[in-house]
């Protein structure tokens, strides 16, 4: 079975920006930021992922979204 795999970490360390700095701007709380940054979280909100998204300027959701 394929996983889905969150690449939060590689995102914020090539932007030099940390999980409280992330959840900060996006209004999130820190533990939701800190569970996707270890690719543990089971549920993923959608309005926290466009939020993501808009903070980070991404374009493709393949970029903080992989199936392996």
Request: proline share 3%; glycine share 2%; no cysteine.
């Amino acid at each position: 079975m394929k996983e889905l795999n969150i690449t939060l970490k590689e995102l914020l360390e090539s932007r030099g920006m940390t999980q409280a700095q992330l959840a900060d701007a996006i209004d999130v709380r820190p533990a939701t930021i800190n569970d996707m940054y270890h690719n543990r979280s089971k549920h993923i909100p959608r309005n926290v992922i466009a939020k993501i998204a808009d903070e980070l300027d991404i374009t493709d959701i393949g970029e903080l979204l992989t199936l392996d």
